[in-house]
């Protein structure tokens, strides 16, 4: 019996016999999906990787447990999105549905630091911090733990059906499941309180909509990072053609430095490095890219920049004692700067960027000075149209207002309405056609008074009027001031 | 019919067979997400049919498969509707018998009445009185301080039960004739009081005519509009020295109401909506802006 050996690309370092699946060349149109089985790599991207991971998903978990103290009888959990109560609460924020432009602002924010990063830096969403790369590499790290590196993977998979298979099989979808359960489970903590979710969750007590998206996001979860992967990204997702967009000549990515790797080819030993490339055609960077390509042909849409090439890459370059950085974060202009024997150079301050962070910065102090100036109360007034107005039986003229104040405290307040215009015009709530115009509302809710405002027929000088309505709280001093108009028929 | 096999010399792809003038159709596959997602949908259906209500009975039998949960949204709208009235019937209970003291003292009893009486009022009023009860020639308009009834809240609701001059036992009634064509008076002296009650209405007059038509008015007009033209509310006569006309307030109008003596007439809502209802109505119409409180005014009480 003959052992193959595996080939060599340099002394002590195998050549290995894989191909960049993913790869736009390698992938026809009606091609079935060829599974990937990236390689564990060692080094400071995998370390960050690592790291990002924990604290994503640390957060993600832990958030909906943090409590935030809003007294009344308002919701204690620091960030939850109350459908039912209509409400989004976070931290010191509390939004009703009438302010949701916080939330675009939110959205538009975080659009702009994608813009600005992106230009800067590539596409780091994608290799760092996007849900789906998160939970893939933790759907990868579950897979190595029961399969092996991606040699046992692949011959694993291309292994008779065995018990050693199928506990292995098993196992590796129990942990997935286990996982994308509890995924779907803290989704559904951020929409109602945390603690009563849990302790009714399991007896059947939580309503039908948890179940629901426990069970949705169960299921994409364990499809989207189990099964799908890299397809989610090439095939799914629009970011890979919106970042054409928002990369220039000089924004940062993954780099083969072809002007130092070229012409490749395997390193025997006491072998020049004298009028050859650095790149001993080793495929690490290749067998270690979870997206399937090879980074060697260049910046292309499957690449979502993880760096892992690069940790690998390093490994091997120490290993045959040639310099790091063969695959790097860098921008094609510079290798080719290389290549003519320039300086290469980064230019991070550039107008695009420039404008970016201005706007960015724009956007994020409109967005602080309305946050912090929110006003715990609101006034609308409705003048009613029909009628128009009302001529009374002395020749007054009267309108009639419905006024709605809203009370975002949490205690119930007290508020003056004043109506200003005319001197002589008379304003009363429906039922207090004496009273002085003091209203109570309730905690946290908008409550509408039925105001009349007449005009006396010797004070009609114009077919509209204009008014000025008031409304101060009597407990916080607070004041909103609207205009509206009484219409007076006036056609003389 | 070409061979089955024939494969595409541009794609390499197998043709179905099916060929249009030379023009072959290519068998390319499926995409593999749009036939997982037909094969969910398929055993959904099945899943679907044993659970819901979905196949029509065979023929010769009644009705159609009831499905395991015997679900019916026709049972589950009625269920709602109930549980929409039980919901709302401690607060309709409330307004039985409530006067406007009590409801008023009540603010969410006050709230309730004024919106299940503008939905009312929406369903069977705004049809003559305007969706705001602005009124219109001929409807009187609600929201203002003038009524040929009475407006206070007792008043209001009394009007609601026996209707003007409707089919009801105990309804308001009077009836103004009509001068001119049953050919009570004559033209002239049609145009002579057309002048006084423009005069009592501050309105320009011609001071000849109108002094023949004061004769007249105090004749024929003032047993219900009163000597002074302020009309009133036991008669269901309109004050004439108002601004507020309800047939139009310029000679011809006032001219044409005299000829013809109109006959408005509203329906008695007793029977038609429930008691709490014509209370609730009666709450809306009184928040207009209109309703008057009770004995402010000695015309105020009358009317019952």
Not at chain 1, 217 to 222: A, D, G, N, P, V
């Given at each position: 019996?003959?052992?193959i050996l595996p080939k060599?690309?340099?002394?002590?370092?195998e050549q290995h016999d894989a191909e960049?699946?993913?790869?736009?060349?390698?992938?026809?149109?009606?091609?079935?999906?060829?599974p990937i089985y990236p390689k564990l790599v060692?080094?400071?991207?995998?370390?960050?990787?690592?790291?990002?991971?924990?604290?994503?998903?640390?957060?993600?978990?832990?958030?909906?447990?943090?409590?935030?103290?809003?007294?009344?009888?308002?919701?204690?959990?620091?960030?939850?999105?109350?459908?039912?109560?209509?409400?989004?609460?976070?931290?010191?924020?509390?939004?009703?549905?009438?302010?949701?432009?916080?939330?675009?602002?939110?959205?538009?924010?975080?659009?702009?630091?994608?813009?600005?990063?992106?230009?800067?830096?590539?596409?780091?969403?994608?290799?760092?911090?996007?849900?789906?790369?998160?939970?893939?590499?933790?759907?990868?790290?579950?897979e190595r733990?029961?399969e092996g590196d991606r040699n046992a993977r692949i011959k694993l998979d291309r292994a008779?059906?065995?018990?050693?298979?199928?506990?292995r099989?098993?196992?590796?979808?129990?942990?997935?499941?286990?996982?994308?359960?509890?995924?779907?489970?803290?989704?559904?903590?951020?929409?109602?309180?945390?603690?009563?979710?849990?302790?009714?969750?399991?007896?059947?007590?939580?309503?039908?909509?948890?179940?629901?998206?426990?069970?949705?996001?169960?299921?994409?979860?364990?499809?989207?990072?189990?099964?799908?992967?890299?397809?989610?990204?090439?095939?799914?997702?629009?970011?890979?053609?919106?970042?054409?967009?928002?990369?220039?000549?000089?924004?940062?990515?993954?780099?083969?430095?072809?002007?130092?790797?070229?012409?490749?080819?395997?390193?025997?030993?006491?072998?020049?490095?004298?009028?050859?490339?650095?790149?001993?055609?080793c495929k690490a960077?290749v067998v270690a890219?979870?997206?399937?390509?090879?980074?060697?042909?260049?910046?292309?849409?499957?690449?979502?920049?993880?760096?892992?090439?690069?940790?690998a890459?390093?490994?091997?370059?120490?290993?045959?004692?040639?310099?790091?950085?063969?695959?790097?974060?860098?921008?094609?202009?510079?290798?080719?700067?290389?290549?003519?024997?320039?300086?290469?150079?980064?230019?991070?301050?550039?107008?695009?960027?420039?404008?970016?962070?201005?706007?960015?910065?724009?956007?994020?102090?409109?967005?602080?000075?309305?946050?912090?100036?929110?006003?715990?109360?609101?006034?609308?007034?409705?003048?009613?149209?029909?009628?128009?107005?009302?001529?009374?039986?002395?020749?007054?003229?009267?309108?009639?207002?419905?006024?709605?104040?809203?009370?975002?405290?949490?205690?119930?307040?007290?508020?003056?309405?004043?109506?200003?215009?005319?001197?002589?015009?008379?304003?009363?709530?429906?039922?207090?056609?004496?009273?002085?115009?003091?209203?109570?509302?309730?905690?946290?809710?908008?409550?509408?008074?039925?105001?009349?405002?007449?005009?006396?027929?010797?004070?009609?000088?114009?077919?509209?009027?204009?008014?000025?309505?008031?409304?101060?709280?009597?407990?916080?001093?607070?004041?909103?001031?609207?205009?509206?108009?009484?219409?007076?028929?006036?056609?003389? | 019919?070409?061979?089955?096999?024939?494969?595409?010399?541009?794609?390499?792809?197998?043709?179905?067979?099916?060929?249009?003038?030379?023009?072959?159709?290519?068998?390319?596959?499926?995409?593999?997400?749009?036939?997982?997602?037909?094969?969910?949908?398929?055993?959904?259906?099945?899943?679907?049919?044993?659970?819901?209500?979905?196949?029509?009975?065979?023929?010769?039998?009644?009705?159609?498969?009831?499905?395991?949960?015997?679900?019916?949204?026709?049972?589950?709208?009625?269920?709602?509707?109930?549980?929409?009235?039980?919901?709302?019937?401690?607060?309709?209970?409330?307004?039985?018998?409530?006067?406007?003291?009590?409801?008023?003292?009540?603010?969410?009893?006050?709230?309730?009445?004024?919106?299940?009486?503008?939905?009312?009022?929406?369903?069977?009023?705004?049809?003559?009185?305007?969706?705001?009860?602005?009124?219109?020639?001929?409807?009187?308009?609600?929201?203002?301080?003038?009524?040929?009834?009475?407006?206070?809240?007792?008043?209001?609701?009394?009007?609601?039960?026996?209707?003007?001059?409707?089919?009801?036992?105990?309804?308001?009634?009077?009836?103004?004739?009509?001068?001119?064509?049953?050919?009570?008076?004559?033209?002239?002296?049609?145009?002579?009081?057309?002048?006084?009650?423009?005069?009592?209405?501050?309105?320009?007059?011609?001071?000849?005519?109108?002094?023949?038509?004061?004769?007249?008015?105090?004749?024929?007009?003032?047993?219900?509009?009163?000597?002074?033209?302020?009309?009133?509310?036991?008669?269901?006569?309109?004050?004439?020295?108002?601004?507020?006309?309800?047939?139009?307030?310029?000679?011809?109008?006032?001219?044409?109401?005299?000829?013809?003596?109109?006959?408005?007439?509203?329906?008695?809502?007793?029977?038609?909506?429930?008691?709490?209802?014509?209370?609730?109505?009666?709450?809306?119409?009184?928040?207009?802006?209109?309703?008057?409180?009770?004995?402010?005014?000695?015309?105020?009480?009358?009317?019952?």
């Amino acid at each position: 019996m003959v052992q193959i050996l595996p080939k060599a690309a340099a002394p002590g370092i195998e050549q290995h016999d894989a191909e960049a699946v993913n790869d736009a060349a390698n992938r026809k149109l009606y091609k079935k999906r060829e599974p990937i089985y990236p390689k564990l790599v060692h080094g400071k991207f995998r370390l960050a990787k690592w790291v990002f991971m924990i604290l994503a998903l640390g957060a993600y978990y832990f958030i909906p447990f943090l409590r935030w103290d809003r007294g009344g009888g308002a919701p204690d959990q620091a960030v939850l999105v109350d459908f039912e109560g209509r409400r989004f609460y976070f931290f010191w924020i509390e939004i009703w549905p009438q302010e949701i432009y916080f939330v675009t602002g939110l959205l538009i924010l975080g659009a702009l630091a994608m813009f600005l990063v992106t230009a800067l830096f590539g596409r780091v969403w994608c290799g760092y911090a996007c849900p789906q790369t998160v939970w893939t590499d933790l759907f990868i790290a579950v897979e190595r733990l029961f399969e092996g590196d991606r040699n046992a993977r692949i011959k694993l998979d291309r292994a008779k059906w065995s018990f050693d298979k199928a506990w292995r099989k098993a196992g590796k979808h129990a942990v997935w499941l286990l996982i994308a359960g509890a995924t779907g489970g803290a989704w559904i903590l951020y929409f109602h309180d945390a603690f009563d979710v849990l302790s009714h969750f399991f007896t059947g007590g939580s309503p039908i909509s948890a179940y629901l998206f426990f069970g949705i996001l169960t299921f994409t979860t364990y499809t989207l990072a189990g099964t799908m992967r890299e397809q989610v990204c090439t095939y799914m997702c629009p970011w890979p053609r919106i970042q054409a967009a928002m990369i220039d000549n000089d924004a940062l990515s993954v780099t083969y430095r072809w002007d130092r790797g070229e012409p490749r080819g395997p390193h025997k030993k006491n072998d020049s490095w004298e009028g050859r490339g650095d790149c001993i055609d080793c495929k690490a960077c290749v067998v270690a890219c979870p997206m399937g390509i090879d980074i060697r042909n260049g910046s292309q849409l499957e690449c979502i920049n993880c760096a892992l090439c690069i940790d690998a890459c390093d490994d091997i370059m120490k290993k045959v004692g040639r310099p790091t950085g063969l695959i790097a974060y860098d921008t094609d202009i510079n290798v080719e700067k290389r290549q003519a024997g320039e300086k290469p150079g980064f230019r991070f301050v550039r107008p695009r960027t420039i404008v970016y962070a201005v706007t960015l910065a724009l956007v994020a102090a409109v967005m602080l000075v309305a946050l912090g100036s929110r006003s715990t109360m609101d006034l609308n007034v409705l003048r009613d149209r029909n009628p128009n107005y009302v001529t009374l039986s002395d020749g007054s003229v009267r309108n009639s207002y419905t006024v709605k104040i809203i009370n975002k405290t949490h205690e119930p307040h007290q508020y003056r309405i004043t109506v200003e215009g005319d001197p002589a015009l008379h304003a009363w709530l429906l039922g207090q056609e004496d009273g002085d115009l003091v209203v109570t509302v309730e905690p946290d809710r908008t409550t509408d008074f039925r105001l009349f405002a007449a005009l006396p027929q010797d004070a009609i000088d114009r077919a509209s009027e204009p008014l000025l309505f008031r409304v101060e709280d009597l407990v916080s001093g607070e004041v909103q001031v609207t205009r509206s108009v009484l219409q007076t028929g006036y056609d003389r | 019919m070409a061979e089955h096999n024939h494969k595409d010399e541009v794609t390499g792809v197998d043709t179905t067979g099916h060929e249009w003038d030379g023009i072959r159709e290519l068998d390319n596959p499926l995409p593999r997400w749009w036939l997982w997602i037909f094969y969910a949908c398929v055993a959904w259906s099945v899943v679907y049919m044993i659970f819901m209500p979905a196949l029509p009975a065979p023929p010769g039998f009644e009705g159609f498969t009831r499905g395991l949960t015997g679900n019916s949204e026709r049972v589950n709208v009625a269920q709602q509707m109930a549980d929409l009235q039980a919901s709302r019937s401690a607060n309709f209970e409330r307004l039985q018998n409530a006067d406007f003291q009590a409801i008023e003292s009540d603010p969410e009893l006050f709230r309730f009445a004024i919106a299940a009486g503008r939905s009312a009022f929406g369903d069977n009023c705004a049809t003559c009185h305007g969706s705001g009860g602005g009124g219109a020639v001929g409807y009187p308009n609600l929201n203002d301080d003038i009524w040929l009834w009475g407006g206070t809240f007792e008043d209001i609701r009394y009007t609601l039960h026996v209707g003007i001059r409707s089919d009801h036992p105990d309804t308001r009634f009077s009836q103004m004739p009509a001068y001119g064509r049953d050919q009570l008076l004559s033209q002239s002296e049609i145009r002579d009081v057309t002048q006084y009650v423009l005069q009592l209405s501050d309105q320009s007059f011609d001071a000849a005519a109108a002094g023949r038509g004061a004769e007249i008015f105090a004749m024929q007009c003032a047993s219900c509009h009163m000597e002074d033209g302020t009309g009133d509310q036991a008669q269901g006569a309109p004050n004439l020295t108002d601004r507020d006309w309800l047939y139009g307030g310029s000679a011809a109008q006032i001219e044409a109401t005299i000829h013809r003596g109109p006959y408005g007439v509203m329906p008695s809502w007793e029977g038609r909506l429930s008691e709490p209802m014509i209370t609730a109505l009666a709450t809306y119409v009184y928040s207009l802006g209109g309703g008057q409180e009770d004995g402010g005014d000695e015309m105020g009480a009358g009317g019952q």
